[in-house]
């Protein structure tokens, strides 16, 4: 199409100059030849000149319309030439222009494809925003009740472990009573062994008593003072043989009660052992179950700040969602805008045809016809209608190239969003799966922790039970002991009238040495008596008071068991009564691992719906990264047609004008 125009232009306008040059030239040898002539032939006549003159103007007006006719009708055909690549040049831009609809075509497809996926990002997006806000939520209230059972779970151990500290130390000092109280039972037997000391006296006194009777007898009047002594002291041994008796008889009940009160006092140390033991695996439960639930608070936590980081990368996504939504609505909308317009440019196009079909008649009706003046104007004005058609439709190639440019960067904006929705895919993906793998462990822990705290409540309930049956069992031992000091406190009682006893005796003694002394030879023999009775009755004083040194000792031993026995039981009873609130810890400490339970399963089911949202939106990116690649290879496509479409538009207006100014040259010339 570059020939058509400039080679006719050019040849036109030279054709004109060489013609007034040689129009020039031809007048100036005319003018000679008349000079000549007319110096040579001087002896013609005027008239003859004139007739000369007029040939010549006849001729020269022949040959100057022979010149115009050749010039016109070798403009005719130029313009005939310049029509048929006009021709060819609109039928490319026709091509082109279809090549254009079918860019717009793919461009509107790519678009609406890309636009559907957005709206399906946009939607999974809203899906996995929600879906993180509510694990955050869930992990966040799981984190509070993982917190709230780390407390209660510390607590009750140390509760549990105040407990046993408490228990044990009353299996040590109830296992030492024992040994003090079997002690007992040794010193019992000694008093025992003192006792029949007590007896044997008393029975010796006894006999005593009756020789001095004897004696009495024999000194007839002179005895009877005797005999009243003797009869005395003879009562006095049977008091303190009963009295002896009775010691004995305590004596086997103490020791009965000793054995009691020693085997309850070590079962139920050995008892306090076992619940310390129990207790000790309880502790070791209650540290087990703390250990599990601190990995749940740490995945818990982790699941917090990754879904906090989800909801960051999902915004991230659901903004690049909104871009590609935004860049595919203006791309199908510059589409549109461009199909329309290359639908009016097409039909442009046509009537640049039409134009130029009947400027081609019109160049070739130019060669034949006489009336050239007419022909030319007709000429002109086609050609300036033709020119205004082809600048409508170069307008409309310049709104197709802003449309397509518009396209491009719709098309590099979806890429570059793809891309960022890709990479925020990616993080949400990881995050997700992350966030699975710790809800599943959680999972895993708290139902350990659970299957852990149903054990470890019935192990406490019966630990509670065992210590307070220990504790009650301590105090009825301790009940024991106190029956046995009241034991104590009647052989001191009775000890108290041995004693008695052996000062009567004594006394009795003295005044029976008294009346032998003033009987005289009758009372030597009761004298003798006398004095035995007294030795004995020292004796028994004597052994009176190791019964009693020995009754104090074992007071105080009871008191020292009693008191023991007494503050271990109130001490264990106290802290099994404490302890019962571990119990209600442990509900509560249940129940928040139920609820904590309950939000890892919901968090490990929302990661699976969100994996599978994830997917699905990998492959809307996916979609959307392939209709921007189509878009921008149709915009690429499109605007190289566009381009190649806008170059021949000018080269169409410059033919037009060039078709215009011979027409004008035509018309304007003689």
Not at 194 to 201: L, P, Q, R, S
Not at 322 to 326: H, P
Not at 589 to 600: F, H, L, M, R
């Given at each position: 199409m570059s020939k058509l125009a400039v080679p006719a232009s050019h040849e036109l306008h030279h054709s004109n100059q060489t013609e007034h040059k040689v129009e020039s030239k031809m007048g100036k040898v005319l003018s000679l030849h008349s000079t000549d002539h007319k110096v040579d032939v001087k002896h013609q006549s005027s008239l003859d000149m004139a007739e000369q003159r007029r040939q010549a103007k006849e001729k020269a007006e022949k040959r100057t319309q022979s010149r115009t006719l050749a010039m016109r009708q070798q403009a005719a055909e130029r313009i005939a030439s310049a029509t048929e690549e006009l021709a060819s040049g609109v039928a490319e831009a026709n091509a082109a222009a279809d090549q254009l609809s079918?860019?717009?075509?793919?461009i509107s497809a790519g678009a609406a494809q890309a636009s559907s996926a957005a709206q399906e990002s946009q939607s999974v997006a809203q899906s996995l925003l929600k879906g993180a806000e509510a694990n955050s939520a869930a992990a966040s209230q799981s984190l509070t009740k993982v917190n709230n059972i780390i407390t209660l779970v510390r607590t009750t151990a140390g509760d549990i472990d105040k407990l046993i500290s408490v228990v044990g130390v009353a299996s040590e000092r109830n296992v030492e009573s024992a040994k003090m109280i079997s002690e007992l039972e040794v010193q019992a037997n000694e008093i025992g062994n003192?006792?029949?000391?007590?007896?044997?006296?008393a029975d010796q006194t006894n006999l005593l008593a009756l020789n001095a009777a004897i004696e009495a007898a024999r000194a007839g009047e002179h005895g009877r003072g005797f005999a009243v002594v003797a009869d005395e002291v003879r009562n006095l041994a049977e008091v303190a043989e009963k009295s002896a008796r009775d010691i004995s008889e305590l004596i086997v009940n103490i020791q009965k009660d000793v054995n009691m009160v020693a085997k309850d006092t070590e079962k139920s140390g050995v008892t306090a052992k076992e619940e310390v033991e129990k207790g000790k695996i309880i502790t070791k439960q209650l540290i087990q179950i703390e250990s599990e639930i601190k990995s749940v608070q740490e995945g818990t936590a982790i699941i917090n700040d990754r879904s906090t980081e989800m909801s960051a990368a999902v915004n991230q996504f659901k903004k690049g969602a909104?871009?590609?939504?935004?860049a595919a609505e203006e791309?199908?909308?510059a589409a549109r805008e461009a199909t329309a317009t290359t639908g009016e440019q097409k039909k442009a196009l046509k009537d640049i045809e039409s134009a130029t079909d009947e400027i081609a008649q019109m160049a070739e009706d130019l060669k034949h016809n006489t009336n050239s003046e007419k022909s030319s104007e007709a000429l002109a004005s086609a050609a300036e209608e033709l020119s205004a058609t082809i600048q409508q439709a170069n307008a409309s190639a310049q709104q197709i190239m802003a449309a397509i440019g518009q396209i491009a960067k719709g098309a590099e904006q979806q890429g570059n969003a793809t891309q960022e929705s890709s990479a925020a895919l990616k993080q949400i993906e990881k995050n997700t799966l992350d966030i699975g793998?710790?809800?599943k462990i959680s999972l895993e822990k708290v139902n350990t922790c659970q299957k852990l705290l149903v054990e470890n409540k019935k192990a406490v309930d019966l630990l509670i039970d065992g210590v307070s049956k220990a504790a009650q069992s301590s105090k009825e031992?301790?009940?024991n002991v106190t029956n046995l000091q009241q034991r104590i406190r009647q052989i001191d009682k009775i000890v108290d009238a041995i004693t008695n006893t052996a000062t009567k005796t004594d006394m009795l003694a003295i005044n029976g040495g008294i009346e032998a002394a003033r009987a005289g030879d009758f009372g030597k023999g009761f004298a003798v008596v006398a004095g035995d009775i007294r030795s004995l009755a020292t004796d028994s004083a004597t052994n009176a008071e190791k019964i009693k040194d020995m009754v104090r000792n074992i007071q105080d031993k009871i008191h020292i068991v009693s008191k023991d026995i007494f503050e271990v039981g109130e001490a264990a009873q106290r802290e099994a009564q404490n302890a019962k609130k571990s119990t209600d810890s442990l509900n509560q400490?249940?129940?928040?691992?139920?609820?904590?339970?309950?939000?890892?399963?919901s968090i490990q089911n929302a990661s699976q719906e969100a994996v599978t949202a994830v997917q699905q939106a990998q492959k809307g990116v996916e979609q959307i990264s392939s209709a921007a690649q189509q878009s921008s290879s149709a915009a690429q496509e499109a605007s190289s047609s566009a381009e190649q479409q806008g170059k021949g538009m000018q080269e169409l207006a410059k033919a037009v004008e060039d078709i215009a100014a011979l027409a004008d040259e035509i018309q304007n010339k003689p």
């Open positions: 079918q860019a717009m075509a793919s003192v006792v029949k000391a007590v007896a044997g006296i909104e871009i590609i939504a935004s791309s199908s909308s793998d710790k809800s031992s301790g009940q400490i249940e129940a928040d691992a139920s609820e904590v339970q309950k939000g890892v399963l």
